[in-house]
């Protein structure tokens, strides 16, 4: 593979088709779990209510992550490498509008799981937000060198569940996360075609 990272294993590079697909998959998988959660479990869905403040605090949050994320990307080697170890297997092969998907359905499917059903079954509380951004973590673990990307992630859990937490209101971190992965995906891709041109 011609832009191998180094310390990363080889993979065969997916297909646009491969990536929508895995990223349907998910999304149906992880609404699968929360619903069955919700069914089996006595958990109450945290609410989800529409209001202007709800908008623009996950607005304001998913700006603040990203500005946050594009520091640590400069400023971490080991996360830059492993970010763009996996941002190169998910978003090099998509296209433009392909990345309104990105941001919808992991930060719809995520959100319901992580923060509407697993926060309020372990605990509107620290231990909650800190068990859920943990096991949010770990799902964007494709490898073992992919560590710093799962703390990042850990991290970006962590401020999706405490304002989920000070809110108690799920619209915020859904916001906060479709915006975050539409913003930072697309500056990636234009980062990586100008590199590439």
Do not use: C
Not at 85 to 112: A, F, H, N, R, T
């Amino acid at each position: 593979m011609a832009n191998q990272l180094p310390d990363q294993p080889e993979i065969e590079p997916l297909t646009r088709t491969q990536v929508l697909i895995a990223m349907g998959v998910t999304a149906l998988v992880l609404l699968f779990v929360a619903k069955l959660w919700l069914h089996l479990g006595s958990v109450i869905l945290l609410p989800l209510e529409g209001t202007p403040e709800a908008l623009l605090l996950g607005l304001g949050i998913a700006l603040g992550i990203t500005v946050l994320s594009s520091l640590v990307y400069r400023l971490w080697p080991a996360y830059r490498q492993s970010a763009d170890y996996y941002l190169q297997m998910v978003l090099k092969p998509l296209v433009l509008p392909d990345l309104i998907w990105l941001g919808l359905l992991p930060g719809m499917s995520e959100e319901l799981l992580f923060r509407g059903v697993m926060l309020p079954a372990v605990g509107l509380n620290a231990t909650g937000v800190v068990a859920s951004s943990l096991l949010f973590g770990v799902l964007h673990l494709s490898g073992p060198q992919q560590w710093p990307y799962v703390v990042w992630a850990t991290a970006v859990g962590l401020l999706l569940g405490f304002s989920a937490l000070a809110t108690g209101n799920l619209l915020v971190p859904i916001v906060a996360h479709i915006v975050t992965n539409l913003l930072s995906s697309y500056l990636w891709k234009l980062d990586h075609k100008q590199a590439e041109a």
